[in-house]
């Protein structure tokens, strides 16, 4: 289209006017920000394409006199793809580093529909940061709001890229988007801000309501450990809160957490070591030997504490350094820019401030809100504050006035709070109900985290359960798809 717009763009592409881009390497596979556990995909080299593609993107969509772009690094994997009319299925990646496209269950869509798929990195993580330092005046540009521009302007680019290589005149393929957890919520609000730009979205366990305080997170956890765990895991907080008073350094040095000083870190690594099992599909793998351990009279925080290094830091990965405040103030752009950069966009847009319940809580009642404003503060200085009021009602919260999304959440995921489960016209809304069924199980199958190969949901308790929400996506992708062929857009 022979548009100001389309001209821009075309210019976009070749645009030698970058800032400067820092150049990454030996970056994580799965890259995870811990304190928030959102989004973990896997410790496995899992990837159908790791062949790394770049995009003169604009900084600042919001002003008409900045100017400055950034290199921005994409992928795409074409090999499903019905060559020249098959539908583009756009796959948000979010809060880290994005490595590939990885072998989830959306390769088997995109199979199955005969999709070519592409995935942008978010704004300033992994390798497509803007600037060579992170200081709080440089992350000005890093919000959700920045990054669905981005993947708008992205779209119209490789769509009209496409065209030029199909020698195709006019005529759009459909595009369909898809992401989880953050970026699940980024799919939901992309289908309400550019309608026009897709034929519809797959929000995956999308927190699209932005929450101050977020109890119902630790009463989830407790809700999905059961009774005999979760009074195992009450007696387990009480004796760490008594035992930081008289015994502090050796009860850290325990954990393997002497680094944490701030008492509050600590206690937050902690608090995230529990519900990663739930969040991610292996409760067992806490519950069960905490279980046993009460009903034999053993020390419960030893065997807390071997769970926590063998499992949380062993094999999930984790990286205890990365719940120090001292470590989040860290500027430089590298592997671990991943954590500041997520507690920005806390600090500044969403909260999910994961504060301990008024009764009945699991994690330590130390964990409160003055803990969160105080660690803002420290971390980005003065003025810092979550717009929680402000982007709920930019974007709807669970109230959003979207069409043609599909929401769907595990039933033992903390996070299913923050996001839409409710089904309402236009935006069906799924809950799979299993033992082990947590963040992203219709996308990652069971457990999430490592990830199993095609999304695997054999190992889900209920395979039945994801299989019934997964045919119901697959109905819902083909109608809309569908519906809008021909065009790429939905006006629905």
């Known amino acids: 289209m022979a548009t100001a717009t389309a001209m821009r763009l075309s210019t976009a592409a070749m645009s030698v006017s970058l800032l400067f881009l820092v150049p ?13 556990l959102l989004n973990r995909l896997s410790g496995n080299n899992n990837y159908l394409t790791t062949e790394e593609l770049w995009f003169d993107q604009t900084l600042d969509h919001y002003s008409p006199y900045d100017h400055r772009q950034f290199k921005q690094r994409y992928y795409e994997f074409l090999d499903y793809f019905q060559v020249p009319d098959g539908p583009i299925f756009l796959k948000i990646c979010g809060e880290s580093s994005c490595n590939g496209i990885a072998n989830d269950y959306l390769m088997v869509l995109a199979k199955k529909f005969g999709a070519a798929v592409v995935s942008l990195e978010h704004r300033y993580y992994g390798k497509s940061s803007p600037f060579k330092s992170h200081t709080t005046e440089n992350l000005k540009y890093l919000s959700s709001k920045q990054a669905l521009f981005d ?35 980024l799919s939901a609000w992309f289908r309400l801000k550019f309608p026009h730009l897709s034929c519809g979205s797959l929000a995956s366990s999308a927190v699209v309501l932005s929450v101050y305080n977020f109890t119902d997170y630790d009463k989830q956890i407790g809700e999905s450990a059961g009774p005999e765990c979760k009074a195992a895991l009450q007696e387990i907080t009480q004796a760490v809160d008594q035992s930081l008073t008289s015994n502090r350094k050796e009860l850290k040095s325990l954990f393997g957490a002497a680094e944490l000083e701030i008492d509050g870190d600590f206690l937050y690594f902690l608090a995230d070591a529990v519900a ?30 071997k769970y926590v290094k063998e499992y ?5 990965g984790v990286n205890v350094e990365s719940y120090s405040q001292k470590y989040l103030k860290n500027t430089a752009v590298n592997e671990d820019s991943s954590d500041r950069l997520w507690w920005f966009q806390v600090c500044t847009e969403v909260a999910y401030f994961q504060v301990a319940p008024a009764n009945d809580s699991i994690r330590s009642s130390k964990v409160d809100t003055k803990y969160h404003l105080d660690l803002c503060k420290n971390v980005f200085g003065e003025g810092i504050y979550p717009e929680v009021d402000v982007t709920n009602i930019y974007y709807g919260g669970t109230k959003i006035a979207g069409s043609k999304i599909i929401f769907t959440n595990g039933s033992q995921d903390p996070w299913r709070h923050a996001s839409k489960q409710t089904s309402s016209p236009g935006m069906p809304s799924y809950i799979i109900t299993c033992h082990n069924c947590g963040h992203g199980t219709d996308l990652r199958g069971c457990p999430q985290s490592p990830l199993s190969i095609e999304g695997n949901a054999q190992n889900c308790s209920s395979p039945d359960a994801v299989h019934k929400v997964r045919q119901q996506m697959i109905e819902h992708i083909d109608l809309w798809l569908s519906e809008c062929k021909g065009t790429g857009r939905s006006y629905m």
């Open 276 to 305: 990663v099992a739930f969040q991610y599909g292996n409760p067992d793998k806490l519950c069960t030997p905490l279980v046993e351990a009460k009903k034999a009279g053993e020390d419960l925080v030893g065997v807390y504490a």
């Open 24 to 36: 990454l390497s030996g970056l994580a596979h799965g890259f995870v920000t811990p304190r928030s």
């Open 151 to 185: 993947l708008a302007v992205f779209r119209q680019w490789y769509q009209e890229s496409l065209n030029l290589k199909r020698n195709k005149t006019d005529g759009e393929n459909p595009w369909f988007v898809f992401g989880i957890s953050y970026p699940g919520a």
């Open 312 to 316: 949380y830091v062993g094999s999930f």
